[in-house]
C-alpha cells in the first residue's frame, strides 16, 4: 500500500516536474519571442529614420577608429620612446598647430579653455588617424562644445558666441583634461605677450595669477 501511494506521489512528482519544465519552456519561447519582437521595433525604428541610420554609422566609424587605434598602440609605442616634459610656455594658435603630431617627435597638443594640455600619451585619440585627430595642434573648445569632431577652427577663437550651457561643457572637459594630461601654458589671444615662466613657476598652472581662463 505504501509504496503504491509512495508510487503515486513520484507519478504525480514526476507530473508536476514535466508540467513545469513546461511551463518554463513556454515561458522562455514567449521571452524569446517577446525580445525577437524587441529587437526587430528597434531595427525598425532605426532602418525608419534616415537620422538614425547616420548616427548609427558614426558610432560604428569612431568605435572602429577607438578599436582600430588600440590595436596601433604597440607598435607605435615600440617606436616611439616617451617624450620629456615639456618646458612650461605659452602658444599662439600659429605655434600650436605644429603639434598635431606630424611632425618629428610626434608630440601633440590641444588646447581647452584657453590652456595648452601635453596629449602625447592620448595620441591614438588626438595623432594622425586617431578619432579625435581634428582637435590635435588645435583649440578642441568649440568641437568639444558643440560635440563636434570636424569642428577644425584656424583661427583664434574667442568662444564668445557659445552659451553658457556649452561653457559649462567646455568647462567640464576642461577638467577632464587636466586630470589626465600634463599642462603646457596658455593658448595666446591674438598681440598678447606670452608669460615668462621662471623654472619656480614650473607647477604653478598658467592661469593661477592672472584672468587669461575664459572661466569667466
Ligand atoms: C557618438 C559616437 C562616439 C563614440 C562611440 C565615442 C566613444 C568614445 C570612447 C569609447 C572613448 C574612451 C576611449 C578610451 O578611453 O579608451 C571616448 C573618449 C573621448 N571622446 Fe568620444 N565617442 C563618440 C563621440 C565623440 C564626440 C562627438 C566627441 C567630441 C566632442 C568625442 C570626444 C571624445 C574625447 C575628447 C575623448 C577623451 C579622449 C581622451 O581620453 O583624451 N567623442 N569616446
Do not use: H
Not at 501511494?5 to 521571452?31: C, D, G, P, R, Y
Not at 598602440?73 to 616634459?85: D, I
Not at 567640464?172 to 598678447?192: H, I, N, T
Amino acid at each position: 500500500m505504501f509504496w503504491r501511494s509512495a508510487a503515486t506521489i513520484t507519478a504525480a512528482q514526476q507530473t508536476t516536474k514535466l508540467s513545469s519544465q513546461a511551463f518554463t519552456q513556454v515561458n522562455m519561447a514567449e521571452n524569446e519571442a517577446k525580445s525577437d519582437g524587441f529587437l526587430t521595433n528597434i531595427v525598425l525604428e532605426i532602418v525608419q529614420s534616415p537620422l538614425n541610420v547616420a548616427l548609427v554609422c558614426l558610432i560604428g566609424f569612431l568605435v572602429y577608429k577607438i578599436l582600430k587605434s588600440r590595436q596601433d598602440v604597440p607598435t607605435s609605442k615600440a617606436s616611439e620612446p616617451e617624450l620629456p616634459k615639456l618646458k612650461k610656455r605659452d602658444f599662439t594658435v600659429e605655434e600650436l598647430k605644429k603639434y598635431d603630431g606630424t611632425q618629428e617627435d610626434g608630440r601633440v597638443l590641444v588646447a581647452v579653455n584657453g590652456n595648452v594640455y601635453d596629449v602625447t600619451k592620448g595620441k591614438r585619440f588626438y595623432g594622425p588617424g586617431g578619432p579625435y585627430a581634428a582637435f590635435g595642434g588645435r583649440d578642441a573648445s568649440r568641437g568639444l562644445a558643440t560635440f563636434s569632431v570636424s569642428a577644425k577652427t584656424d583661427e583664434y577663437d574667442d568662444l564668445s558666441d557659445l552659451n553658457t550651457m556649452e561653457m559649462d561643457s567646455v568647462r567640464e572637459w576642461e577638467a577632464q583634461f587636466k586630470e589626465k594630461y600634463d599642462l603646457v601654458g596658455k593658448l595666446l589671444k591674438p598681440g598678447e605677450q606670452p608669460t615668462n615662466y621662471s623654472d619656480d613657476e614650473e607647477d604653478e598652472t598658467p592661469t593661477a595669477n592672472a584672468e587669461k581662463s575664459k572661466d569667466d
